[in-house]
């Protein structure tokens, strides 16, 4: 079971390891300290960068 899903908003996300916020870089999703990030899920935001929330999903799960 994944610990975090497409339907997690990038706070919610964010909250759970400081390791977060390198791989949502390597994403080139600069989430702190964006206001959409509080509101705005995984999949909203990588569907608005163009990114597959799959891969971020998987990329973000590795770190648990």
């Given at each position: ?20 916020v ?43």
């Open positions: 079971m994944s610990v975090i899903t497409k339907d997690m908003t990038f706070h919610e996300v964010m909250q759970k390891s400081p390791e977060v390198k791989v949502l870089g390597s994403f080139n999703l600069g989430c702190v300290g964006c206001m959409g990030a509080i509101n705005e899920t995984l999949e909203q935001g990588a569907t608005a960068h163009g990114l597959d929330v799959e891969d971020l999903l998987t990329a973000l799960n590795a770190i648990f």
